[in-house]
């Protein structure tokens, strides 16, 4: 079945570690995006890709990093978590054409 | 960036109609979305506007004034599955896509 593959699908990390949150898409979709969601304040844009090879920051980037090798693949990175980044995290692509967002079933982040 | 309001909470009856409206402030649009969440689950799209006026799919009606930059998403026939959050999102002139914090929806018997 065609669509978006995140992992972990939840993960308790210990303040200060790296942690990278996969996702993979199989619908040859040019855009990628990360969300984090948190309880009233919606899903919040961290980062997004418009086409392999290039990657934009979002209104919520500091702390994360993002890279895009392949149209398939965008990993997300925190390079020392900290407990504020304890969240929902979406990853989710579109054809811009359409700007459709197809989203992966998330990752449950819990940074002690 | 982009300031999307909509209400935090609304309750209906089964077999009702509820309004969700959506108020937007943008740069650039590139067209107004409406996603449904349910609880624990990610979004899935419901409907999208990039013209004025009101699109039609089964029981659910998105409208669209891109001047009074205002949406609305409309539930006729009230079923208790669609208690969940109605997400109102606004993409830009690069594409990106934000969103409001959402309104759950409760349908009460």
């Not at chain 1, 990657?55 to 990093?65: A, Q």
């Not at chain 2, 689950?41 to 998105?62: I, Q």
């Amino acid at each position: 079945i065609a669509g978006i593959t995140q992992a972990p699908t939840s993960q308790i990390l210990a303040a200060g570690r790296r942690m990278t949150l996969r996702c993979t898409q199989d619908m040859r979709h040019n855009a990628m995006y990360w969300y984090r969601q948190d309880l009233g304040l919606g899903l919040r844009l961290i980062h997004y890709s418009n086409t392999a090879g290039t990657t934009g920051k979002g209104e919520v980037p500091d702390g994360y990093s993002v890279s895009r090798a392949n149209t398939d693949d965008f990993p997300l990175t925190l390079a020392s978590a900290v407990p504020s980044q304890t969240s929902v995290y979406f990853c989710a692509s579109s054809e811009a054409s359409t700007g459709e967002l197809f989203f992966g079933e998330g990752s449950r982040l819990t940074v002690l | 960036g982009q300031n999307i309001d909509q209400p935090t909470e609304m309750t209906a009856t089964e077999g009702a109609i509820v309004q969700i409206n959506c108020t937007y402030q943008t740069s650039g649009f590139n067209g107004l979305f409406w996603y449904q969440q349910h609880a624990g689950e990610a979004p899935t799209f419901l409907s999208y506007n990039v013209l004025d006026g009101l699109e039609e799919k089964g029981r659910f009606s998105s409208f669209l004034s891109r001047s009074k930059g205002y949406s609305y998403l409309l539930l006729k026939e009230l079923q208790m599955k669609d208690s969940a959050s109605y997400l109102c999102a606004v993409r830009d002139g690069d594409y990106k896509l934000s969103f409001g914090a959402g309104t759950t929806v409760t349908v009460r018997a």
